[in-house]
């Protein structure tokens, strides 16, 4: 029902910003919570970001709150990251994801996220 595709991720210098962009296709995009979801080199994936099926909710994972800003565009059914103050730990594949159920205020967990992006990579040097 809703298909995802990430885009924007790079090479950036250690305090530099990126803006990954998530574009989705389907009609119900727009009643379903958005989340981000990183996975690092030998490291399980972890939560980023998430932002309700309203966008009247955010919240972040506390490795990235205060640098990074989540937020979607229903109108032409993207959601955004935007990186700021980057740092190398912060080098992983980027993966978005949209709930499972409608109308949910979003999840830090996995298992609420029945579809994912196939993902980007971004890479922070020292």
Do not use: H
């Amino acid at each position: 029902q809703v298909q995802l595709v990430e885009s924007g991720g790079g090479l950036v210098q250690a305090g530099g910003s990126l803006r990954l962009s998530c574009a989705a296709s389907g009609r119900t995009f727009s009643s379903r919570a958005m989340g981000w979801f990183r996975q690092a080199p030998g490291k399980e994936r972890e939560f980023a970001a998430a932002i309700s099926w309203s966008g009247g909710s955010t919240f972040y994972a506390d490795s990235v709150k205060g640098r990074f800003i989540i937020a979607r565009v229903s109108d032409s059914n993207t959601v955004y990251l935007q990186m700021n103050s980057l740092k190398p730990e912060d080098t992983a594949v980027y993966y978005c994801a949209a709930s499972s159920r409608q109308y949910s205020d979003g999840s830090a967990y996995e298992r609420s996220y029945a579809y994912w992006g196939q993902g980007t990579q971004v890479t922070v040097s020292s």
